[in-house]
């Protein structure tokens, strides 16, 4: 075969949630996206170690209502799994219309409306497909006998009608937990190895508490027995300090030559400040008395991962999406360069918040991005004029090239690093001035000002944004607004599901306006020896 080493995390940036899915020689991986649009991001690999952005799941504002959601609401853990010639994903919208499930017999799309469930309650759901060509939903809701604690909840299975959308029979409460009093038992899938139903998920909440547990049975009803050796996988022992943390939320895979691996969510804090949001981590793992053991004799992530597959890289593959659609997306955790004049489309890392209107911006040839100064701004939980992508480093310089020239008395144009909107640091262009401003629990608080005459040149200026750790600057041209602590833009002080992004923006700050503001570059590249 090969051997490739992967470099953890596999996916870095705001990528929670993972859901993994072999078809052949091919892997399949599905993020949670919240309240950003298009919804579900859709990654390819043939090595579990190269990973290709091959699209959106929900790429149509139709498929994906999102008004009013807040920053962490909308969008929760998917799942992918293909079966039969057909690709599934099932979701909650915890903002509008519950769990879904939306099909494609191509990944890379178009994908179906959402069929909505009507009568699956609860959240983090999934779809297994029993040897009998049974399919069978698996999600979490609420201790049916009241709950008793936050997070008392139960694990439940029930059989779905793929012809109707629609569960059918019992819905049978199958698991609360591996640990006496645990909260949230969540993110379950179901597996069959070794003669058993397996049911893989997570415990102790999404944050410093995290885990991944097993429990199995030999019929998909139960009664399930608890793994003795749980958790399998977690780094809550490891202390507030340790570099990987909240560990958890696992899918699994075998490859063609039966070696297993998991994909997990974890965060890489910095002096305890979460910032970069939940990221996707892999790890092997072996069978052990019809029980995985996951990084046999470490017992937690590791920095690589050594994979018997032969190597693949999708910029050398001239099938590869990322060649066969000239290179429309950008790999994972590399450095960016967006010349907009010579774009005729954002490629699949974009993002934008909510549903926006369809006149928001435009790709202009020779000209650039033109991003109508909205009348919502960066604050409003809404659909701001604003167009990101994700933070991927913990060091970094993101710059814009805009053109200020059409920008009118009262509006702004900038670069924002989003937490989200209520947390967020942005260098913007405001009438006679350049500023930089934090903003914490929705205060803005200005950091430093320059006078826009004196760093513009004719209507064209330069921001940029520094991250160093926790520690930012801004600049506007060359001169240095100021710095301050990007700490509050973590997810231990801002609260919420999501990570960082960096994007540009323009407002017309609660006006109506006709105004387009041009950027013709956005670039983010990694800070040297970081």
């Not at 547990?213 to 027995?225: A, F, N, Q, T, V």
């Not at 774009?343 to 699949?348: E, K, R, T």
């Not at 700050?509 to 670039?523: G, I």
């Given at each position: 075969m090969g051997n490739v080493t992967a470099k953890n995390p596999i996916m870095p940036g705001f990528y929670p949630d993972p859901s993994i899915c072999a078809v052949g020689e091919d892997y399949y991986l599905c993020n949670s996206t919240f309240a950003y649009f298009p919804g579900l991001s859709l990654m390819h690999s043939k090595d579990l170690a190269h990973w290709e952005q091959i699209g959106n799941v929900l790429d149509r504002h139709s498929q994906l209502p999102l008004k009013g959601a807040d920053h962490s609401q909308g969008l929760f853990a998917p799942t992918i799994r293909y079966y039969n010639g057909v690709f599934y994903v099932i979701c909650t919208n915890v903002t509008h219309g519950g769990n879904f499930i939306v099909t494609a017999t191509n990944p890379e799309g178009p994908w179906s409306e959402p069929h909505y469930l009507e009568d699956a309650d609860g959240i983090d759901p999934s779809l297994f497909f029993d040897d009998d060509g049974k399919c069978y939903y698996i999600g979490t809701h609420p201790n049916p006998d009241g709950v008793k604690y936050n997070g008392d909840w139960f694990i439940y299975i029930c059989e779905v009608d793929l012809e109707n959308w629609k569960l059918k029979g019992e819905k049978k409460n199958v698991w609360n937990g591996a640990l006496k009093g645990c909260i949230w038992p969540e993110g379950p899938h179901i597996y069959k190895e070794n003669g058993y139903y397996y049911i893989m998920h997570a415990e102790g909440g999404t944050g410093?508490?995290?885990?991944?547990?097993?429990?199995?049975?030999?019929?998909?009803?139960?009664?399930?027995?608890?793994?003795?050796k749980n958790p399998i996988l977690t780094h809550r022992h490891l202390g507030k300090d340790y570099p990987i943390k909240y560990v958890g939320h696992g899918d699994i895979i075998k490859t063609p030559n039966d070696e297993w691996y998991m994909t997990v969510l974890a965060v890489r804090p910095l002096e305890r400040y979460t910032t970069m949001g939940r990221e996707t981590f892999l790890a092997k793992f072996i069978w052990e008395d019809d029980w995985p053991v996951v990084n046999p004799g470490v017992g937690m992530l590791t920095d690589t991962v050594e994979i018997d597959l032969p190597e693949w890289n999708p910029l050398k593959d001239p099938e590869s999406y990322t060649n066969r659609t000239r290179r429309k997306t950008a790999i994972p955790g590399t450095e960016r360069e967006y010349i907009f004049e010579?774009?005729?489309?954002?490629?699949?890392?974009?993002?934008?918040?909510?549903?926006?209107?369809?006149?928001?911006?435009?790709?202009?040839?020779?000209?650039?991005?033109?991003?109508?100064?909205?009348?919502?701004?960066?604050?409003a939980v809404g659909s701001p004029s604003y167009v990101c992508i994700r933070q991927q480093h913990h060091h970094f310089r993101s710059s814009a090239i805009i053109d200020i020239s059409e920008l009118k008395a009262g509006e702004t144009a900038g670069l924002v690093l989003m937490q989200n909107n209520l947390y967020n640091l942005r260098a913007e262009i405001t009438d006679d001035k350049a500023n930089m401003i934090l903003c914490q629990n929705g205060e803005d608080k200005v950091i430093g000002s320059a006078d826009k005459e004196k760093v513009t040149k004719n209507g064209i200026v330069e921001v940029s944004i520094v991250v160093d750790g926790l520690n930012t600057k801004a600049y506007v041209a060359d001169v240095m607004l100021g710095e301050a602590s990007v700490a509050d833009l973590s997810t231990e002080v801002a609260g919420g599901f999501v990570g960082c992004c960096i994007g540009i923006y323009a407002t017309?700050?609660?006006?109506?306006?006709?105004?387009?503001?041009?950027?013709?570059?956005?670039?983010?590249?990694?800070l040297e020896n970081k």
């Open positions: 410093p508490e995290h885990s991944v547990m097993i429990c199995r049975s030999k019929d998909i009803w139960g009664p399930y027995e608890n793994n003795p010579n774009m005729s489309v954002l490629g699949d890392e974009f993002l934008f918040l909510r549903n926006y209107p369809e006149d928001m911006y435009k790709l202009v040839e020779g000209e650039g991005l033109k991003l109508k100064a909205g009348k919502e701004d960066i604050k017309a700050n609660a006006k109506d306006s006709d105004t387009y503001v041009t950027f013709k570059e956005l670039t983010y590249k990694q």
